[in-house]
């Protein structure tokens, strides 16, 4: 049994309120990264205390109010699908606050956690803020939506983005890893992947392997599907005929995005 990979749980909290992933410091090996998924069916809410965590909240699809009860944005997500291929809105919101999530239409909403202690202002991120980037070459080429990178300081710890890579192609590749708190030369962030396909029925492969393979785990990823990051690295390889989608959401004691590549395998960026 995987204990990397986990599957959709939906788990009703409330009428119109479904859990689809919960992942905490209680019930995997993450301590700075948690991530929640849930779909709400249109008129549901759904609220949460935050303690010292901040969050960020994606409007993965459909759409969606949010409110801290001092600020409430309103019709956020842009899409019906991720498969639509453009950015979405988000809500970061701070330690110590209160958030309600409130479906205009069927929604299926991100949340991203990360421990804080230093309160922040809320922020909605708007679609048009998100840094759009093409990387890599040859079979190794993904589209990238970054929603809260390293060069925002709207948020104390957490990095979220969103990857599409196309059939045949390999993303997080070459293998990279941020498991070092040996900054400037690589920085310690956990992480997690929330994937989806187009078509659902399909899968992709991931592995998550360290230098002397005391971790060294490949799953076969489905539709939905969540895979935990704590170390090591982490390539994903999409087969023919199939679109991957994956969000992340990483963090750690320092909030940079700094990663070594598997020496093994950075030759190919000389190609």
């Given amino acids: 049994m995987s204990k990397l990979l986990r599957k959709p749980i939906k788990n009703e909290a409330a009428p119109g309120v479904t859990i689809v992933h919960d992942v905490t410091e209680q019930n995997s090996s993450l301590e700075y990264v948690g991530f929640k998924v849930v779909d709400l069916a249109p008129g549901a809410k759904y609220s949460e205390e935050l303690g010292n965590k901040e969050c960020c909240i994606v409007a993965l699809t459909g759409k969606i109010h949010v409110t801290d009860g001092e600020q409430t944005f309103e019709n956020l997500g842009t899409r019906e699908s991720v498969f639509e291929k453009k950015p979405t809105d988000s809500v970061y919101v701070s330690n110590h606050r209160n958030f309600e999530v409130k479906a205009v239409t069927d929604a299926r909403v991100v949340l991203c956690y990360s421990p804080s202690e230093k309160q922040l202002p809320t922020k909605l991120i708007k679609a048009s803020d998100n840094g759009i980037e093409h990387r890599g070459k040859f079979s190794n080429?993904?589209?990238?939506?970054?929603?809260?990178?390293?060069?925002?300081?709207?948020?104390?710890?957490?990095?979220?983005?969103?990857?599409?890579?196309?059939?045949?192609?390999?993303?997080?590749?070459?293998?990279?890893?941020?498991?070092?708190?040996?900054?400037?030369?690589?920085?310690?962030?956990?992480e997690t992947y929330y994937h989806e396909m187009n078509p659902q029925q399909g899968f992709i492969f991931q592995r998550v392997y360290t230098d002397d393979r005391s971790l060294d785990e490949t799953m076969a990823v489905e539709h939905g599907d969540v895979v935990l990051v704590p170390v090591g690295y982490h390539p994903v390889g999409v087969p023919d005929g199939y679109t991957s989608y994956y969000l992340n959401v990483m963090a750690g004691p320092t909030r940079i995005w700094k990663f070594h590549n598997d020496p093994d395998h950075e030759w190919i960026l000389n190609r």
């Fill in 141 to 190: 080429q993904r589209l990238v939506h970054n929603i809260l990178p390293d060069s925002d300081p709207s948020a104390n710890s957490l990095l979220v983005v969103e990857v599409y890579t196309e059939a045949g192609n390999w993303s997080s590749y070459p293998p990279h890893k941020h498991d070092q708190d040996n900054l400037p030369l690589e920085s310690f962030l956990e």
